[in-house]
């Protein structure tokens, strides 16, 4: 389960400065979720090769009314789904009653809090700090957002153990074993041309595993209705994963030989209580989801044509690298003119995501569910099928020989070989002379040869270009 971290404290504190400077270590899209939440961001953020989430809750002033009540509810309920509290305080304000609130409001929450005392620069730290004490909370740090002093070893005191507790919870291990990839990268580098070609050109896919598969979308769209729909087709068995309620409910599938874990966002199992409320839609949980799945399905309500909130969607499944689905739903019951006009929307706004296969479905009636199933098959199976060097090389000789490439700064650039650099996403990594300096367009062009040529559909592909031999 990927941790979450919610930044709480007073307005100008500094937390926006600090959600910045953690979420630009991924070059994170920061998506708001206009309707949602005023002033509360979402971001993906990573540190030591770790992925975690953060929220930037909107400031609490102690007093509130209104829509500033709203917002202190917006941010209530980021700390209930938080793992660990960032408590931020002014250093240079020193101690506010405000701050005294907080801080007796989150002990009576039971959450991990840990306190950091921001704007420590040019002040005398230890003295600053010594202000802050009184609020009992053990767990102190100065830093200075502004700067990222004192930032990298608040993530190593108060995250780290937190994702060693995370991962000594049960879940379904990663399918990927970086360091076995680390080791075929080092063999792969050590390979002489002449070696490259006599390798094997086969692909071989990884051994079957149940994929992951995380249904997700705005709320209203019809992801519970889909999900009954998949499970009420099938045999299936219902369990509990350990976990709170607020998490999302992971079930075992099988379909068509293949095994799925399907994670459900939407709740499925609480609806069918009788007076319980519709689910709260929690971000949180879809970005959990989104990171914890090998393919995503992305759904979307075509009556509603697609909003912000399904690009804010959007950005993050493809931040996280996963593959991806989309099902627009709600296709009966249109007027031809109707179906057009979505089609239309969808070129225009997803045509960034060429990858993705787009489904027209009516999970009402099951129209166009199997079909979904083929196109997640074929994300799985591209994001993780195992493609060897010589093959990459060959490729990368072909797109070279159709076009070659430009000159830059009056030297022509050579590619020499290509290699996969990580699965799932498929990272392909070329090698050559000048090809960092390569123009975007033949980036481009390589990046769809390469596509076209191992037929690649539902997954991003990264590229990196590497310099010399
Ligand atoms: P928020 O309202 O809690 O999100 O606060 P902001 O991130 O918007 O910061 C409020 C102000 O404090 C801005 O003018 C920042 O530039 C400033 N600030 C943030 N971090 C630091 C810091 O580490 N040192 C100093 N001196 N100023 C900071
Ligand atoms: P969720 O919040 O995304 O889980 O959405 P629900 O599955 O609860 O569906 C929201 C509403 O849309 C319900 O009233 C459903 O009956 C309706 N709905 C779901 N799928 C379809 C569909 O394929 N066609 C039509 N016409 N309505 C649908």
Redesign the pocket.
């Known amino acids: 389960m990927t941790p979450v971290i919610a930044l709480v404290?007073?307005?100008?504190?500094?937390?926006?400065?600090?959600f910045n400077r953690l979420t630009r270590t991924r070059d994170a899209l920061v998506a708001d979720f206009p309707g949602l939440t005023r002033d509360r961001q979402y971001g993906q953020a990573r540190f030591a090769e770790r992925e975690y989430i953060v929220i930037?809750t909107a400031?609490i002033y102690g007093d509130e009314e209104g829509i500033d009540a709203l917002m202190v509810e917006q941010s209530q309920q980021a700390i209930e789904e938080a793992n660990v509290i960032f408590f931020?305080v002014d250093g240079?304000d020193g101690l506010t009653s405000t701050d005294i609130e907080i801080a007796e409001h989150l002990r009576r929450g039971e959450k991990n809090v840990v306190l950091l005392v921001?704007?420590i620069?040019?002040v005398d730290a230890d003295q600053v700090m010594a202000d802050f004490y009184q609020l009992g909370i053990p767990e102190m740090f100065g830093?200075?957002?502004?700067?990222g002093r004192g930032v990298s070893h608040v993530l190593d005191a108060a995250l780290l153990p937190l994702l060693a507790k995370l991962e000594a919870e049960p879940n379904f291990d990663d399918l990927v074993d970086d360091e076995e990839l680390e080791g075929i990268e080092d063999d792969l580098d050590d390979l002489s041309e002449q070696e490259l070609n006599d390798e094997e050109t086969e692909s071989v896919p990884f051994e079957d595993l149940p994929i992951k598969l995380a249904i997700v979308g705005r709320p209203n769209v019809g992801k519970s209705t889909l999900t009954n729909r998949i499970l009420g087709e099938e045999r299936v068995v219902v369990y509990d994963m350990p976990g709170t309620t607020r998490d999302s409910v992971y079930i075992p599938m099988a379909r068509d030989e293949q095994d799925y874990i399907l994670i459900d966002t939407a709740g499925i199992r609480r609806r069918a209580r009788v007076n319980e409320a519709i689910e709260k839609f929690s971000v949180i949980k879809t970005l959990q989801a989104i990171e914890d799945a090998n393919v995503v399905l992305l759904v979307l309500d075509a009556h509603m044509g697609i909003s912000d909130q399904d690009m804010s969607l959007l950005g993050f499944v493809l931040n996280a690298g996963r593959s991806l689905v989309v099902a627009v739903n709600k296709w009966d019951g249109l007027e031809s003119h109707e179906r057009d006009r979505i089609k239309d929307e969808l070129d225009r706004r997803l045509g960034f995501v060429d990858f993705a296969r787009v489904h027209f479905i009516s999970a009402l009636h099951g129209s166009g569910v199997g079909h979904l199933f083929e196109s997640v098959q074929e994300a799985y199976r591209s994001a993780t099928r195992r493609v060897s060097t010589s093959l990459l090389t060959r490729i990368l000789q072909g797109a070279s020989e159709d076009h070659n490439p430009p000159m830059v700064r009056g030297r022509r650039s050579k590619l020499r070989y290509a290699h996969a650099g990580g699965y799932n996403p498929p990272v392909i990594v070329v090698h050559g002379n000048m090809v960092e300096s390569l123009p975007g367009s033949y980036k481009r062009y390589l990046m769809n040869y390469f596509r076209r040529s191992l037929q690649i559909m539902g997954t991003p592909i990264k590229f990196e270009f590497k310099e010399g031999d």
């Open positions: 404290g007073r307005p100008n504190v500094g937390k926006s400065t600090l930037d400031g931020m240079r921001n704007k620069d040019g830093v200075a957002a502004a700067q």
